[in-house]
């Protein structure tokens, strides 16, 4: 039986989605050196120079206020200065560095085209001048990248300027002042990783289409090709797969961050003038637009959970319905309509909408818990015999299996951190049930669970007073009667060692690992980057903020960095509590807390 035939089309799809996938691992390392030169080259000059200004008055506290203004706008030239100098040698750096991607690029699509298509061609190659001034003139989201660099350097100085004023009308010292540039100039090098990443993006699809037009005659048209994953666009989410006729359609990227590219489409042998070429050249060269799984056809496989997630709820539950196509999410702008408007358009009822109540980590415990899980009723305790156990004791009549996981759990810790948590004298308690374990924690409320909540839900903690561990086989739901079998006993232990190595730091200044500088400062990192970008998140899916996940690792004062560390600490550890990474949502943490096991 002979082998069907793959046409030339699918051949080159294959290779550019695969290509595809090499190319945003390599603009990603790109753009984050483009953040590492702003943050570590520019960003600190701009602080030196500040100081340098700020300190030609040091009796600034006791300063009238006409020298105030004097010294801040003298402050404010040196600013302009250093910052537009700074930004010229980041645009340089990543100018120089665009047109060595550009000249790859061209490449890579010429020779992966001449290899593919069955015939004898030279294809037509963009000369090094031409892609140099691609590369300067390409703009993005409207704008040239001299100007989103421009752009970006008052963004830096309006920060600065706006956290200065306060302080120097206040007459706060320079060490002060310069606590308060440092803490802005922090939150700012994602800016220009952003404008690298969308820059690369850019101009390496500029690229493409410069050897697609260069070559028309053989590439005559081309196919959107975008990421099938949950954080696609709902722009690309609705480019996907179309074919365009070159110079008619647009051109990737479509947002900040786009992740999309072309896919050239060749003409069949005949449009190409070829007389009489070999039957496997007829065949292979038909024109054909391969098919593609696009994204609409990927979406609507996935479970609700994802479409949720892509779509937002409200969305998905109208497109689940059947009463919105996703191309009518959209208006003719490529703008993602309000739930209004959209409502309005497609002249459909809503039906009464209401806030959604965000759930926090011990609702969802509930939740899980009543989902195909039958209660178990506990016999009573009578006088069950106490056993220890590696230096743990379990106490009740806990089950083979149970002891078994949490012997092969302690076992597997890192020596550091059983010697660590051993020489803090930190014991180790498991049984049926919480009130068993600690009956001294009865009807006692747990921190960060909803009202109502005792220890009897949770499954397992760690208290700093007692230097304890403990963790049940069985739980109950908030409010309950009934005994659940707790499925995750592993990742709670896990979590609740976390704690415990947490409180055996060796900073003076710090009882825990989770109060040292630098985890607070990653922390803040953290907490500030979700803060600030959750209202973005309904387009594409939920809010971070409504995650109950987040929340709990968000909690006031110390509770939220503690739980962070202990649960960042169970995802290093292999099996967490949560069924969302937090090493993730909280990358700056994750770092310090992988870091410190390295060490």
């Known amino acids: 039986m002979a082998r069907p035939v793959i046409s030339v089309n699918q051949r080159l799809q294959d290779k550019y989605i695969r290509h595809s996938v090499f190319l945003q691992q390599l603009t990603k390392g790109d753009a984050a050196q483009v953040s590492a030169f702003v943050k570590h080259e520019v960003f600190p000059n701009i602080y030196k120079k500040l100081m340098a200004e700020l300190s030609k008055n040091p009796n600034l506290r006791t300063a009238g206020s006409l020298r105030k203004i004097a010294n801040f706008k003298r402050t404010l030239a040196a600013l302009h200065k250093i910052s537009t100098a700074g930004m010229i040698r980041a645009e340089q750096k990543i100018t120089k560095r665009l047109v060595d991607l550009s000249k790859y690029e061209a490449n890579w699509n010429i020779n992966t085209i001449e290899r593919t298509v069955p015939l004898d061609i030279s294809l037509v190659h963009p000369s090094t001048e031409v892609l140099k001034t691609l590369v300067n003139t390409t703009s993005f989201e409207g704008h040239k990248m001299s100007t989103w660099m421009t752009s970006f350097s008052a963004s830096v100085q309006r920060v600065i300027v706006k956290t200065l004023k306060p302080g120097i009308a206040s007459g706060e010292s320079i060490p002060k002042l310069g606590k308060r540039v440092q803490k802005v100039l922090g939150n700012k090098a994602y800016q220009a990783q952003a404008i690298a990443r969308t820059a690369a993006s850019s101009v390496l699809n500029r690229t493409r289409d410069k050897v697609f037009k260069a070559n028309k005659k053989l590439i005559s048209k081309y196919q959107w090709s975008a990421t099938l994953d949950t954080r696609t666009t709902m722009i690309c989410i609705n480019y996907d797969g179309k074919v365009w006729l070159m110079g008619e359609g647009p051109v990737p990227p479509a947002h900040f961050n786009c992740r999309s590219s072309m896919v050239p489409v060749i003409t069949s042998w005949q449009e190409f003038g070829v007389e009489a070429p070999p039957a496997g050249t007829r065949a292979s060269m038909n024109g054909a637009v391969p098919d593609k799984i696009t994204y609409k056809q990927w979406l609507r496989k996935q479970p609700p959970k994802i479409q949720n997630q892509v779509l937002g709820k409200a969305r998905a539950d109208l497109y689940r319905s059947g009463k919105v196509r996703i191309d009518r999410f959209l208006d003719k702008d490529m703008k993602v309509l309000t739930l209004k408007q959209l409502a309005k358009r ?245 770092k310090w807390v992988k870091d410190l096991l390295a060490r």
């Open 346 to 590: 497609e002249q459909i009822s809503l039906g009464r909408r209401t806030a959604t109540k965000r759930l926090t980590a011990a609702e969802r415990v509930k939740k899980a818990a009543t989902v195909k899980q039958e209660p178990i009723r506990l016999p009573p305790l009578k006088d069950a015999p106490t056993e220890t156990v590696l230096g743990s004791t379990f106490t009740g009549l806990t089950t083979e299996g149970f002891k078994k996981t949490m012997k092969e759990t302690l076992a597997a810790f890192p020596e550091k951190v059983k010697l660590a948590v051993s020489k803090s004298g930190c014991r180790m308690k498991f049984g049926r049930s919480m009130e068993e374990i600690r009956p001294d924690l009865i009807g006692q409320p747990v921190r960060g669970w909803p009202k109502g909540s005792v220890w009897n839900d949770t499954g397992g903690g760690h208290s700093v007073a007692d230097n304890s561990i403990t963790v049940s086989e069985y739980t109950k739901v908030i409010n309950g009667k009934r005994w659940y079998m707790q499925k995750n006993t592993k990742g709670a232990l896990n979590h609740e060692m976390g704690h415990a190595f947490d409180n055996t730091t060796p900073d003076p200044y710090a009882r825990t690992y989770s109060q040292t500088e630098g985890f607070v400062k990653a922390y803040k990192l953290d907490r500030k980057f979700i803060v600030e970008h959750d209202n973005l998140q309904p387009v594409f899916g939920n809010r971070w903020l409504d995650d109950p996940q987040v929340q709990y690792g968000l909690q006031a004062g110390k509770a939220g960095p503690q739980e962070t560390f202990s649960e960042i600490f169970a995802s290093e550890m292999g099996q967490r509590v949560t069924d969302k990474d937090m090493r993730e949502i909280f990358p700056n943490c994750a």
